[in-house]
């Protein structure tokens, strides 16, 4: 019996070791607005993946490619550093496009367990996206879904670069995004 007893000890302990070692949890964000106006003006806004003209926070924006996969744009943003992100897929007859971020700026350096981190503009690795434009009878709905991790790949992140602050900020952009698109889309 005490043979038992100490194989499951032993067990719960192991589990509770793996459950403690992993690193990050891929996140989800979606974000979805109804816009008063028809699908193909508010495509009309957005299709052009070298103009982010649209979206708070983008001072700037160069493209290469213009709307070809594989496309690369550099976003320039307001408060300083830099985003750039690859279009994997484009659709002009549905209406959306995927990107995926490949480069990022960093805006501070911070000493984490003895170790210098550099924090991207954006809190996220492995940052991958897309964006569809829909007509519902007379109005439209744009979906906006993101795929990532936490900045801080490894366990214990620092708060800067944990999935709170990834969360927080993918969410910020796309809500604001999208709200400034119907605001442009409704005038």
Do not use: C
Request: hydrophobic share 40%.
């Amino acid at each position: 019996m005490k043979k038992i007893a100490l194989l499951g000890f032993s067990a719960m302990l192991m589990f509770t070791a793996v459950a403690n070692a992993h690193g990050p949890v891929r996140q989800k964000a979606e974000e979805e607005v109804t816009i008063n106006a028809p699908a193909e003006k508010v495509w009309h806004i957005i299709k052009d993946y070298g103009d982010m003209s649209w979206l708070p926070g983008v001072k700037s924006t160069t493209v290469d490619k213009g709307n070809n996969k594989g496309s690369v744009r550099v976003l320039t943003l307001d408060a300083g550093g830099t985003i750039t992100e690859e279009l994997k897929k484009y659709d002009e007859k549905n209406m959306s496009y995927a990107y995926k971020i490949i480069d990022m700026s960093t805006v501070k350096t911070i000493n984490h367990s003895g170790v210098d981190e550099k924090v991207p503009v954006l809190p996220v690795d492995n940052y991958a996206a897309s964006i569809e434009v829909e007509a519902k009878g007379g109005a439209t709905v744009v979906s906006w879904k993101a795929g990532y991790y936490r900045a801080y790949m490894n366990n214990n992140p620092p708060a800067e670069m944990n999935e709170e602050a990834a969360n927080t900020a993918v969410t910020a952009i796309l809500k604001g995004g999208l709200a400034n698109l119907k605001a442009l889309a409704e005038k």
